[in-house]
């Protein structure tokens, strides 16, 4: 197909269902900023134009659009097809789509098995004299060349990764201190032993931090100090927390509840 007839087939503009109509209201600078789809490809899908793009990449802006925007551009899609049915990409786009990544080590190092094979060979018609001159260059060479290669990450066994366990959070201080005088009801989650006591504003609780704790207050001016962090509360109301782990927690009164099986103490 002549230059002319491709132009005349695409301003022929077919596309006019109701979808195609909101793409267009979109306009092409919004769907841009939102899809991330080249701007002259978003131009051209807006003008129901193809020729920025081949059939590859038309096929997934389509998908980008009714993804986004929750259309059925079917009519868009049938369109471009039919445009793409009637000309022969130039391969020369489409081998643009992908790109394989150069291994530039790989190379590096075919570099240094020439070197070597052809130092060998000038090697055996040298004196000496020379060849040891020539091989301390050529050591030289070499070691510069290979100390610029990235060595390639050490692979780990399956089996020993298994074996690599996180470090363990290590857990030593756990506090209540009253900013006044505060009552205190906690329940050891790992026992149901409930206990309460009445705190001055100088007193402190320390509960036994590798533990799991339920623990409820007769108002929230109160501090915790885990392992050194210190978390501040100024609340008048009666709160509630969960402790597990060195995390605490604060919870409402329904879970509360939930974790106490139904009972408010």
Not at 232 to 247: C, E, M, Q, V
């Amino acid at each position: 197909m002549s230059e002319n007839q491709d132009v005349n087939f695409e301003d022929t503009n077919k596309v006019t269902n109701a979808n195609y109509e909101k793409i267009k209201s979109i306009g092409a600078q919004k769907i841009h900023e939102k899809t991330h789809i080249p701007k002259v490809s978003c131009e051209d899908l807006v003008n129901g134009y193809f020729k920025s793009m081949n059939k590859i990449q038309f096929l997934g802006f389509v998908s980008i659009l009714e993804r986004e925007y929750s259309l059925d551009l079917s009519d868009l899609r049938a369109e471009g097809m039919a445009h793409f049915s009637q000309i022969q990409e130039s391969p020369t786009i489409e081998s643009k789509v992908f790109i394989t990544p150069k291994k530039t080590s790989s190379y590096t190092l075919y570099y240094i098995i020439a070197a070597v094979i052809i130092f060998i060979i000038v090697a055996v018609n040298m004196p000496s004299s020379d060849i040891e001159q020539n091989h301390k260059i050529d050591n030289e060479q070499i070691e510069e060349v290979t100390s610029k290669i990235k060595p390639q990450e050490e692979i780990v066994p399956q089996n020993e990764v298994e074996q690599i366990k996180p470090e363990e959070k290590v857990l030593n201080e756990f506090k209540i201190i009253p900013q006044t005088k505060l009552w205190v009801g906690y329940i050891n989650l790992n026992t149901d032993k409930k206990q309460q006591i009445t705190l001055e504003q100088s007193e402190e609780l320390e509960l036994d931090p590798k533990g799991h704790w339920l623990i409820t207050l007769g108002h929230g001016h109160v501090t915790f100090n885990i392992n050194g962090e210190l978390d501040k509360h100024k609340d008048y109301r009666n709160i509630r927390f969960l402790y597990k782990d060195g995390h605490l927690k604060k919870i409402n009164y329904e879970e509360f509840l939930d974790l106490n099986k139904g009972k408010e103490w």
